[in-house]
C-alpha cells in the first residue's frame, strides 16, 4: 500500500475526530475535518431526530471543507461517528462528490454500542471501483493506539 495517506472525517461529539488524530498519528497521514455548511444542533435527541430523517431522505448537506489534490493520495481514511447504524450525511456528501476510484479506502467509525452497523457496506456501495478496506470500529471516546495499530495492521498499512 502507498505510503501517502489522506484522513477525512465528520466528528459532532469529538470522538471520531479522536479517532482520526490517532490514525494520523500512526500514519503520518493528512487530517481532513468534514465540516457541514450548517452546524448539527447540538442536543442529543434533536440531532438523533434529524439524522432519521436526513438518512431516510437521502440528504446530503454542503460542505464547507474542499479537498485539494486527492489524486496524490493512494490511500484514504473515511471516518464516521455511526448514525442509525450508518454513515452521517457530511460523510455521505464527501463520497458522492470526489471519484475514489482505484483508491484504498480505509473507513473508521465510533459508535454508541450499536458497532459498524452497515458502514462498510454503504461506503462500498458509494465507491464501487475503489478497495473498501475492513472497518476499524471503536466504541465512544476510548480509542487507543494499540486498537488503531491493529486495525492498521489489518488492513496492511502498518
Not at 462528490?97 to 454508541?112: D, E, M, Q, R
Request: hydrophobic letters at 35%.
Amino acid at each position: 500500500m502507498s505510503k501517502k495517506f489522506l484522513i477525512v472525517y465528520y466528528s459532532h461529539s469529538s470522538n471520531t475526530c479522536k479517532l482520526a488524530k490517532l490514525i494520523a498519528e500512526e500514519t503520518g497521514g493528512t487530517i481532513c475535518e468534514l465540516v457541514p455548511e450548517k452546524a448539527y444542533p447540538d442536543d442529543y435527541n434533536t440531532i438523533v431526530e434529524q439524522a432519521k430523517q436526513e438518512i431516510q431522505a437521502g440528504f446530503r448537506p454542503e460542505l464547507k471543507t474542499k479537498v485539494n489534490d486527492l489524486a496524490s493520495y493512494a490511500t484514504v481514511f473515511v471516518g464516521t461517528p455511526n448514525w442509525c447504524s450508518t454513515i452521517a450525511p457530511p460523510v455521505a456528501t464527501f463520497l458522492e462528490s470526489y471519484n475514489l476510484s482505484g483508491k484504498n479506502v480505509a473507513p473508521f467509525c465510533t459508535h454508541g454500542g450499536g458497532g459498524s452497523g452497515y458502514i462498510e457496506v454503504t461506503i462500498k456501495k458509494l465507491c464501487p471501483n475503489a478497495a473498501v478496506r475492513p472497518i476499524l470500529s471503536v466504541y465512544g471516546g476510548t480509542a487507543k493506539d494499540s486498537q488503531v495499530e491493529s486495525g492498521l495492521k489489518k488492513i496492511g498499512v502498518k
